[in-house]
């Protein structure tokens, strides 16, 4: 079986761990620590299991956002990539599903890839569109919410985890598939890697150079805030006492 | 942001809510800018003491277990050879990073810091700095991938400060060294497959009459004394090694003949940013759980975090830790670049295991009566942190090493 170009996409988001901060009408971001999406180390982590098993012959590390994104790419690269790229956008530029797939899009023209995986959503703007929206933009086909992934020739069997259960597709390749919580454990970046990262290659490409015109962006967010604060708990005598709260409360 | 809660790595929500906010505090206290790659290092170990130790940190206490596994694991991640040179199978880092490490370690378990700091500093050190080529082949290459540990066999009953009088003695015969004597307070003892041993070769020549061997263990005439029942750091064993004419091949010697008082010194200056990181860590813990406890336990109408004399505790705690991390530190980018640490190295360790009994007893003082039992790890951190005033130089000892340094400096 031929050894697969893999392109894997990594967002930098807002560290899970970190209470997030509504300041100005948007999210608090300077100062706040921020790491790799959960779901996209997932993806990657598949990336790297692929090539380990020589069903992968290059994983490629792919970012879409301002320059700082480097350190996400590195640490991809730590966990394993071969090479990294960052599609560079402006400061303050808004990057969507939409900006974001149509960038990949333009990259995987470029690099033609046999097969791209990305994090199911980012937890930022859990959004769970850029590897739908990429898919249609390339008319490749999609495994989405993937737990299973198995390679044949020419094509992957993807096992996905769908409201009413377990999924399986056969897809032909070249194909997008997105990652779901259980396709598998993600490994720490080990010291000996995080030292070989340091020599493999980043590349930095401006997404404009990409030859697919970027979306003019169509959404604007027209307010921001916080929950409400939680409110206490009240205790009841029993069920009946529940309903009439719940009906007097108007939530039933 | 839903997906985030149920992202804690490998088990449910209850385990997000417990450490993420641990974690989510110490994120928050922002320190120094390092280089990108020691941060990478810095979060992948502090996602393997939190995901991997810290659950299970007080049960090893509690059972005096050896994580064995968990040093598996840090072999396969390159934390037991941190400053060995990829050529002998080491991680090819520098202090540095080797400090930022033990002290995430001990930030999740303070006996695994300690295995993890004898291994790199006090059992590999010496090897590095003065072992042959075919002994760094031999005595370091199978040591770093957490299959085999080693130790440090210094002290003995009759003394521990007073270094230069070692009655361990090792006599030549024919082809091999005879050894003889005890050696005490080892740490790693039960648990480690060979040992740096420091013998009386010529008692006329005193301290310059003491030699370094490198001992496989077990070896004939080698015997393990009991494992202490320690107040701390109970998953790491201590016992005395018992030596009765153990006999090891000539080319056993570590370095020259005569040199091992000097070996001991140097090894020991570099351990000292070991151990002084170890205290960093559960420093850190402790720091951790107080103001963890102190945000949620309300009295007389808030939050005791509300209160000038919480707060002030742990301003003192806080500015403790930063100053005795920044010593720390700086001692290892001094040695990083080929330049003194004894002084700095000696400050570092005094000031940092000094902050940690005392952080540790203020962290009880702010959890008060769930302070004192095993429920929460603050007593924990306490019995742990008493040791770092004592091994690898007393208290006592390292303000000498200091005074000496200083009015050196001053005198030339």
């Known amino acids: 079986m031929a050894a697969l170009r893999v392109l894997v996409g990594v967002k930098r988001v807002i560290d899970y761990a970190v209470k997030v901060r509504v300041a100005g009408g948007g999210v608090q971001t300077q100062g706040v620590k921020h790491s790799l999406n959960p779901f996209c180390e997932i993806a990657l982590e598949e990336g790297v299991r692929l090539r380990e098993r020589g069903a992968a012959s290059d994983v490629i590390a792919v970012s879409v956002g301002t320059r700082v994104c480097q350190e996400t790419l590195r640490t991809a690269l730590a966990v394993g990539a071969d090479r990294g790229v960052l599609l560079e956008v402006g400061e303050g530029a808004a990057v969507g599903p939409r900006e974001a797939a149509a960038a990949l899009a333009g990259l995987v023209g470029r690099l033609q890839p046999h097969l791209v995986l990305l994090g199911k959503q980012a937890i930022d703007d859990d959004c769970n569109q850029t590897g739908q929206l990429l898919a249609a933009m390339l008319d490749w086909p999609q495994g989405t919410f993937a737990s299973r992934v198995e390679l044949e020739e020419g094509a992957v069997r993807v096992e996905r985890e769908v409201d009413g259960g377990l999924e399986t597709l056969r897809l032909r390749l070249p194909a997008v598939l997105t990652a779901d919580l259980r396709l598998n454990e993600p490994r720490y970046a080990t010291l000996p890697n995080i030292m070989k990262a340091k020599k493999k290659p980043l590349e930095i490409i401006p997404a404009s150079a990409l030859g697919v015109p970027l979306p003019l962006p169509r959404l604007r967010v027209l307010k921001l805030e916080e929950p409400p604060a939680r409110g206490g708990g009240q205790r009841v005598q029993g069920v009946p006492e529940l309903l009439e709260r719940l009906r007097s409360d108007g939530r039933v | 942001m839903a997906a985030a809660a149920f992202l804690a790595r490998g088990s449910g929500a209850p385990r997000a809510l417990a450490f993420g906010c641990l974690r989510r505090l110490h994120t928050v206290y922002q320190t ?293 991390r920044l010593l720390t530190w700086r001692a290892a980018m001094l040695k990083d670049n080929g330049k003194p640490f004894t002084k700095e190295a000696a400050m570092a360790k005094l000031a940092a295991s000094e902050a940690a009994t005392a952080i540790a007893h203020q962290a009880i003082q702010i959890l008060g009566g769930m302070g004192y039992v095993t429920d929460m790890p603050a007593e924990r951190h306490y019995r742990d942190a008493r040791i770092t005033e004592i091994y690898e130089g007393t208290s006592e000892i390292q303000r000498l090493v200091i005074a000496g340094q200083l009015l050196k400096a001053y005198r030339s």
Request: charged share 20%; glycine share 10%.
């Open chain 2, 32 to 324: 120094a800018e390092l280089p990108e790659t020691h941060q990478m290092l810095r979060q992948t170990c502090r996602d393997f003491a939190e995901k991997e130790l810290m659950p299970l940190a007080a049960q090893l206490d509690k059972e005096h277990r050896f994580p064995a596994e968990q040093v598996k694991k840090m072999g396969g991640l390159g934390l037991l050879a941190m400053d060995v040179p990829e050529e002998y199978k080491g991680a090819g880092l520098d202090y540095l990073a080797y400090s930022i490490a033990v002290e995430e370690i001990s930030r999740g378990c303070a006996s695994t810091g300690v295995i993890v700091s004898v291994n790199n500093s006090l059992y590999l050190g010496p090897i590095l700095k003065f072992g042959s080529e075919e002994q760094k082949h031999k005595w370091i290459a199978p040591f770093t991938s957490g299959d085999k540990i080693g130790c440090f066999a210094l002290s003995e009953p009759g003394n521990g400060s007073d270094a230069g009088a070692a009655s361990t003695v090792a006599r030549l015969d024919g082809d091999e060294w005879v050894l003889n004597g005890t050696k005490a307070w080892i740490t790693n003892a039960w648990d480690a497959s060979a040992t740096v041993v420091f013998a009386t070769t010529d008692k006329s020549l005193k301290h310059k009459g003491i030699s370094a061997f490198l001992v496989p263990m077990p070896t004939a005439g080698l015997s393990l004394g009991k494992k202490e029942d320690k107040l701390g750091i109970r998953a790491s064993s201590t016992a005395n090694l018992i030596f009765e004419d153990c006999r090891i091949p000539k080319a056993n010697l570590l370095g020259q003949l005569g040199m091992g008082f000097k070996i001991a010194m140097q090894t020991l200056d570099a351990g000292r940013i070991g151990i002084a990181s170890q205290a960093l860590g559960i420093a850190q813990a402790a720091l951790d759980c107080a103001v963890d406890y102190a945000e949620k336990r309300t009295a007389f109408g808030s939050p005791i975090t509300k209160l000038q004399a919480v707060q002030f505790k742990l301003a003192d705690m806080a500015m403790a830790l930063e100053g005795a």
